[in-house]
C-alpha cells in the first residue's frame, strides 16, 4: 500500500478532496488501486499444474474440484490496510492470475509485449516469465479446452470462425460464465447448510442403480469444492486476527 495514501488528513481536508459519496476509506483503497501497475501472478497457473497432474485419472469434474481445493488452500492470501471486505484472486494488487487450462500458447507468444502494448499493459518479472515458459505453457500445450474445443470442430466452421463469420472464441479461452447462482440459499443456510444437503444426497445414492452412481462424481466434487470454499474463508479470519495482534495496529483497526 502507498503509504501516501494512508497519510492521516483533517476532517476537513479529506471532505474537500473525496469525491461525491465516497468515503475516506473507499477513496484511498480506489486510489491504491488506480495507481497499481497491472502484472501477471504465476501461482494459480502453477497451483493448477500440480493439481491436474497430481489427479490424472480422476474424472474431469472431481479433477476440477480437487485442483479448486489445491489452489484456494495454497494460494496467498491478503488483508490490506483499510479492507473491510476482503478477498484477493492473485499474489498481488491488480496482479492477473493465469488460468492455462483454458488456452496457454498466447502466453509464450506475447509474453515479452505485454509489458510494451499501448493498451491494457502487464509487467511480468523474471521469476514469473521462467515459471510461464519453463512449467506452465509445456505442462499445458496441447491440452487446454482450446486445444480440444478446436479439434472438434469441422473444417466449414473453422472457415467461417476464421472469416469472422462466427465467433465462440470466449466460449473456448476463458473460465465459465452465464451461471446465476443461487446466493438466496447461500444466504439463508450457509455454505455449510449447502454442504450438509451434499452429504447426505450422497448418503442416500443407490449404489445399484447406474443413473444414481453417475450422480457420485458430482456430489463428491461438490463437497470438495465447499469445504475448500469454506476453508478459503477460515484462512482470512486467521489472517485477520493475526493483523489484530500485532503491536502497530490501532485500536480503531483491531475494532473491525
Known amino acids: 500500500m502507498n503509504p501516501a495514501l494512508l497519510e492521516t488528513s483533517s476532517p476537513e ?21 488506480l495507481h497499481t501497475t497491472p502484472s501477471l501472478c504465476a501461482e494459480r497457473g502453477l497451483l ?4 491436474y497432474e497430481r489427479h490424472a485419472g480422476d474424472p474431469p469434474v472431481l479433477r476440477r474440484a480437487k485442483a479448486l481445493a489445491h489452489i484456494l488452500a495454497n494460494m496467498s492470501i491478503t488483508i ?18 493465469l488460468f492455462p487450462e483454458y488456452l496457454v500458447d498466447f502466453l509464450a507468444d506475447e509474453i515479452d509485449e505485454f509489458a510494451q502494448r499501448r493498451a491494457d499493459v502487464f509487467t511480468v518479472d523474471a521469476t ?5 515458459l519453463e512449467t506452465i505453457v509445456p505442462a499445458w500445450h496441447g491440452r487446454t479446452l482450446n486445444d480440444r474445443a478446436m479439434a472438434l470442430m469441422t473444417p466449414d466452421v473453422l472457415g467461417a470462425q476464421k472469416a469472422g463469420v462466427i465467433s465462440g472464441r470466449g466460449n473456448i479461452t476463458s473460465g465459465d460464465g452465464h451461471i446465476i447462482l443461487n446466493l438466496e440459499k447461500v444466504i439463508a ?6 454442504l450438509a444437503e451434499a452429504e447426505a444426497a ?13 450422480k457420485r462424481p458430482f456430489l463428491e466434487g461438490a463437497i470438495i469444492s465447499l469445504r475448500a470454499a469454506i476453508d478459503f474463508a477460515a484462512r482470512f479470519a486467521v ?11 490501532t485500536p480503531e483497526r483491531r475494532a473491525e
Open 80 to 97: 490490506a490496510p483499510g479492507e473491510i471486505i476482503v478477498g484477493n484472486q492473485a499474489s498481488a494488487p491488480r496482479a492477473a492470475p
Open 48 to 51: 493448477i499444474t500440480e493439481a
Open 128 to 132: 514469473v516469465k521462467q515459471h510461464i
Open 239 to 249: 489472517e485477520a486476527e493475526r493483523q489484530a495482534a500485532l503491536p502497530e495496529t
Open 189 to 194: 443456510i450457509g455454505l455449510e447448510g449447502i
Open 202 to 214: 450422497l448418503a442416500n445414492l443407490d449404489p445399484y442403480q447406474a443413473s444414481e452412481f453417475k
Open 13 to 33: 481536508t479529506a471532505a474537500a478532496r473525496l469525491p461525491a459519496g465516497s468515503t475516506e476509506r473507499v477513496y484511498r483503497l480506489r486510489e491504491e488501486l
